[in-house]
């Protein structure tokens, strides 16, 4: 089965603190993974995505097959970095999206 | 290139009525997909439409659910004899082709609320 598990539905750190939202899949087959973000009031934005290999506002997000992983990173936060992240699996079949529950990621100051 | 829009932003409708949520892709996309958030959850795929074919439907209730992309026009998801459990934000994307990994741009999002 093709399933994508954000394990966390909260993380609250302070500013400056190193961030990890894990992210772990299930997918037979080479995956592509995608992080999108959704910022308070505004529409899901892409964030990352693996085949890239780019930092975008300071996130990386390497894939870990071994481990079934594509945990995102960032070693400083930010406050405008509070928002809710999704990581996403493209499916094989139909280029359809399946998501995780997503992680509410709070940054105080 | 205005983005994915989506109308209206809001919808109250009543039990028993139908939803009509219209989705219009970023200029040049002829691949659209509809995806529902209930609350507390993820997006779950419901559709898959390229002009005038539904390419995946896996993801759609098997009844009063449909969805169109004629030649002309938005994308439509319909939902007739809504009911409370339909309440749910409604997010459409698009991209320019399949293939690869595709960039999905989404919509703002349509939230319905069933009374």
């Known amino acids: 089965a093709q399933r994508v598990t954000q394990p966390e539905k909260l993380l609250s750190v302070f500013k400056g603190a190193p961030v990890e939202l894990k992210c772990n899949y299930s997918y037979s087959g080479s995956p592509e993974l995608f992080w999108y973000v959704q910022y308070s009031r505004q529409r899901l934005q892409l964030l990352l995505r693996h085949i890239s290999r780019e930092s975008i506002k300071g996130f990386t997000a390497d894939l870990n097959k071994g481990e079934t992983s594509f945990h995102l990173k960032k070693p400083f936060a930010q406050e405008e970095d509070s928002a809710m992240y999704y990581c996403?699996?493209?499916?094989?079949?139909?280029?359809?999206?399946?998501f995780g529950t997503g992680t509410r990621l709070q940054v105080f100051p | 290139n205005a983005g994915v829009m989506q109308n209206p932003r809001h919808l109250v409708r009543r039990r028993g009525q139908e939803a009509r949520l219209r989705c219009s892709p970023m200029?040049?996309?002829?691949?659209v997909y509809w995806y529902r958030q209930l609350p507390e959850e993820g997006l779950k795929f419901m559709v898959y439409?390229?002009?005038?074919?539904?390419?995946?439907e896996s993801g759609m209730p098997k009844e009063r659910f449909s969805a169109e992309f004629p030649k002309e026009g938005p994308s439509i998801l319909r939902i007739q004899q809504v009911v409370r459990g339909d309440s749910a934000a409604y997010f459409c994307?698009?991209?320019?082709?399949?293939?690869?990994?595709?960039?999905?741009?989404f919509g703002p999002g349509t939230r319905l609320l069933v009374l």
């Open positions: 996403a699996l493209l499916s094989s079949d139909t280029d359809k999206l399946i």
């Open positions: 994307a698009s991209s320019p082709r399949t293939g690869g990994a595709q960039t999905q741009y």
């Open positions: 439409l390229q002009k005038e074919n539904i390419i995946d």
């Open positions: 200029k040049g996309h002829s691949h």
